[in-house]
Nanobody, 119 residues
Framework: QVQVEESGGRTVEAGGALTLSCVVS????????MGWWRQVGDRAREMVVL???????RYADSAKGRFNVSRDLAKKTLTLEMNNLKLEDTAMYFC?????????????WGQGAQVTVSS
């Protein structure tokens, strides 16, 4: 059974920083893509950053220059450093891992970590 556990979510003031961590355990088969998505209420989940099997990384425009991701595929860990946080970064952040050629609905997901940015 695969478990995805996020940690590090908290309330932080605008302009501040925090780090989210993700650890995946269990048999993930050929899954080698990892990433962070975020969701506000019932709105669609949006990608924050995607790390592909070869390490190629894609950031959402909103994350470029402020967020930095690091991945250890062997340990199945993913860390997201978020700097200069803005009110609009408030969301539930989800860590996902899956096969790069699979749709996101077939990925493994955690329960999420709430990030709240206050003014």
């Amino acid at each position: 059974q695969v478990q995805v556990e996020e940690s590090g979510g908290r309330t932080v003031e605008a302009g501040g920083a925090l780090t989210l961590s993700c650890v995946v355990s269990g048999n993930t088969g050929h899954a080698k893509c990892m990433g962070w998505w975020r969701q506000v209420g019932d709105r669609a989940r949006e990608m924050v950053v995607l790390v592909e099997a070869d390490g190629w990384t894609r950031y959402a425009d909103s994350a470029k220059g402020r967020f930095n991701v690091s991945r250890d595929l062997a340990k199945k860990t993913l860390t997201l450093e978020m700097n200069n946080l803005k009110l609009e970064d408030t969301a539930m952040y989800f860590c996902g891992m899956g096969r790069c050629d699979y749709g996101l609905k077939d990925w493994f997901w955690g329960q999420g970590a709430q990030v709240t940015v206050s003014s």
